[in-house]
């Protein structure tokens, strides 16, 4: 019989392994992310959401008929049911898209027959479903609360070509699609973030697939985790010309204020996700208008690189995703839905893993409070 070895209080779970996954590896002292083995650069600078989508779920890049096959998958989920449509016509319109996507992803499983169905085929039919359609369910929710007719999707468009068409109401031309793409391939999965562990905490209750997006939705859309690229947009409009950045992080770095989009928790040398969308950012800055702001990005840059480097902290993903998002014209409050809406790969492919080799997940708590306290009837409490 195995020894059980003593509990241990690891607070955060910083130092404590809770699952295998054969889909991303992160070494943060060297920079290095790997989907499946294939390092991330390569992938931003090569492949498509779609195709990332297939390497995470199938553990293999696909051939051309396997891709072929697998956007026709895809293309065929796009739709939202109609009853969709007439809920998120019901919802106010002020509500935050983070609040509204989290509900929006719960009442998909209404229309689901398969909801409840836990076998790994109904659950990768459920994951192509959840991916194809949550597009349109962010899409159409900021349509609504602009007042604007929906727009349906295009079954010949890929995943980024069809969620700027139903957001604008107009085709993005190829640079604004392939910046979007770049940004959903660098998002798609990170080992067991925040929002990825409470998704396998929730499937791993054998609930529902569901049930555990809608877990993951509400994980990210905390500012610790999914919110900082809308935060360093905040900070760009703040200072709002180039020649007022020095005195901006001056200022900051003088009062010790955190810098939104620096640093990480795991990364310790540079963010290897913002290497390529570094250069990516700046043309698609420049095609848009919005240089101003890559150059603003680029000073903070040259400046933190002076002052905190040496510490490890260097520019995250967030730091020009930010500008990327702004330049394809997307509301800041949009910013952690295009999160979600490539995180929802990982997601789902993190419940499929988890579901191969289940067993509950259930820490324990270090109890700190009394005990032997009497009970004290009603009448004699104070
Ligand atoms: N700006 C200025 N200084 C910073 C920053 C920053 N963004 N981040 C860390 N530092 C400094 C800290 O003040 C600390 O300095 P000290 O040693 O003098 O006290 C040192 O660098 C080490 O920082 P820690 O706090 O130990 O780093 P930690 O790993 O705990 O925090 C975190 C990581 C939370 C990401 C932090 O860097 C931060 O808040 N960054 C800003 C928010 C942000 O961009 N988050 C997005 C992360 S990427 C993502 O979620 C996709």
Same mark, same amino acid.
């Given at each position: ?16 392994? !809770? ?27 090569? =492949? ?16 051309? !008929? ?18 969709? &449509? ?14 509204? /996507?989290?509900?929006? *992803? ?5 229309? &689901? ?16 479903? *959840? ?10 929710? &900021? ?12 079954? &010949? /468009? %890929?995943?980024?070509?069809?969620? /700027?068409?139903?957001? #604008? ?40 697939? +569901?049930?555990?997006? %809608? ?21 760009? #409009? ?30 310790? !040398? +540079? ?28 000073? $903070? ?7 905190? !480097? ?5 520019? #995250? ?9 702004? =330049? ?15 995180? #929802? ?6 419940? $499929? ?7 509950? *997940? ?12 009497? +009970? ?7």
């Amino acid at each position: 019989m195995a020894t059980a070895t003593a509990p241990t209080f690891d607070k955060g779970l910083a130092n404590t392994v !809770a699952a295998e996954t054969q889909m991303s590896f992160i070494d943060g002292g060297k920079g290095v992310l790997e989907y499946v083995g294939i390092d991330i650069d390569s992938l931003a600078r090569n =492949s498509t959401f779609e195709e990332t989508v297939y390497l995470l779920w199938n553990l293999k890049l696909p051939t051309r !008929a396997e891709l072929d096959a697998f956007c026709t998958e895809l293309r065929a989920e796009y739709m939202l049911p109609a009853e969709m &449509d007439a809920l998120i016509r019901q919802f106010p319109r002020s509500t935050p898209p983070m609040h509204a /996507l989290r509900t929006m *992803i719960s009442a998909l499983s209404m229309f &689901d027959r398969e909801a409840d169905v836990n076998t790994p085929e109904a659950n990768r039919r459920k994951a192509l479903r *959840i991916v194809a359609k949550t597009p349109a369910l962010i899409a159409r929710f &900021d349509r609504h609360r602009k007042g604007k007719p929906f727009v349906d999707p295009q079954p &010949d /468009l %890929t995943i980024a070509q069809n969620f /700027l068409l139903m957001l #604008n109401g107009e085709l993005p031309t190829d640079a604004m699609a392939k910046a979007l793409d770049v940004c959903l391939i660098l998002h798609a999965d990170h080992g067991l973030n925040a929002s990825t562990f409470a998704a396998r905490v929730t499937i791993a209750t054998l609930s529902d697939m +569901y049930s555990a997006i %809608t877990t993951a939705v509400g994980t990210l859309k905390g500012p610790l985790h999914g919110g900082a690229n809308e935060e360093v947009m905040h900070m760009l #409009n703040e200072i709002g010309t180039i020649d007022k950045v020095d005195a901006y992080m001056a200022g900051k770095l003088e009062r010790k204020e955190l810098i939104m989009g620096f640093g990480h928790r795991v990364y310790k !040398a +540079y963010d290897p996700r913002a290497t390529y969308l570094k250069t990516f950012a700046k043309q698609v800055a420049a095609d848009t208008g919005n240089l101003n702001l890559y150059e603003m990005s680029r000073r $903070i840059e040259e400046i933190m690189d002076k002052a905190v !480097a040496a510490k490890g902290i260097f520019p #995250n993903v967030d730091f020009y995703s930010a500008t990327t998002y702004y =330049s394809l014209g997307l509301d800041l409050d949009l910013f952690t839905c295009m999160f979600a809406l490539s995180r #929802n790969s990982g997601w789902c492919g993190h419940c $499929i893993e988890q579901l191969k080799g289940n067993r509950l *997940i259930r820490p324990m708590a270090d109890y700190i409070g009394p005990h032997g306290v009497p +009970y004290v009837p009603m009448a004699e409490r104070r």
